[in-house]
Nanobody
Framework: VQLQASGGGLVQAGGSLRLSCVASGSIRSIDNMGWYRQTPGNKRVLVANISGGGSTNYADSVKGRFTISRDNAKNAVYLQMNSLKPEDTNVYYC??????????WGQGTLVTVSS
C-alpha cells in the first residue's frame, strides 16, 4: 500500500490549505485515517483522525480551524486547514490503519505559514 500526500505549500497567516492523501495498491479494508505532524523531538503527534464510521477527533490546537474528511470510494482523506498560524508550520503525514491493524504512513507534505 502506498499513500500519496499532497497539498502542502507556503501560505500567509490567516490563510487556508487543503491536504489530500490517497491510498493505492493492495488495499485492505481501511478503518482509521488521520493526519499527524512532528514535534521538535521528531515525535509524530495527532492533528486529526476520522474513523470508518465518520467519527472525528482533533488536537486541541486545531479545533475549530481544521476539518478532516474522507472519501471511502477513493481511499482518500483530506484536511481542510483554515485560519493558519505560524505555529502550524510543519511536515504533515497521513496515516491509515486497516481493520486487521496494519499501519501505513504517507511521505509527508510540508506546510509553511508565514507571519
Amino acid at each position: 500500500v502506498q499513500l500519496q500526500a499532497s497539498g502542502g505549500g507556503l501560505v500567509q497567516a490567516g490563510g487556508s490549505l487543503r491536504l489530500s492523501c490517497v491510498a493505492s495498491g493492495s488495499i485492505r479494508s481501511i478503518d482509521n485515517m488521520g493526519w499527524y505532524r512532528q514535534t521538535p523531538g521528531n515525535k509524530r503527534v495527532l492533528v486529526a483522525n476520522i474513523s470508518g464510521g465518520g467519527s472525528t477527533n482533533y488536537a486541541d490546537s486545531v479545533k475549530g480551524r481544521f476539518t478532516i474528511s474522507r472519501d471511502n470510494a477513493k481511499n482518500a482523506v483530506y484536511l481542510q486547514m483554515n485560519s493558519l498560524k505560524p505555529e502550524d508550520t510543519n511536515v504533515y503525514y497521513c496515516k491509515v490503519t486497516t481493520f486487521d491493524l496494519y499501519v501505513f504512513w504517507g511521505q509527508g507534505t510540508l506546510v509553511t505559514v508565514s507571519s
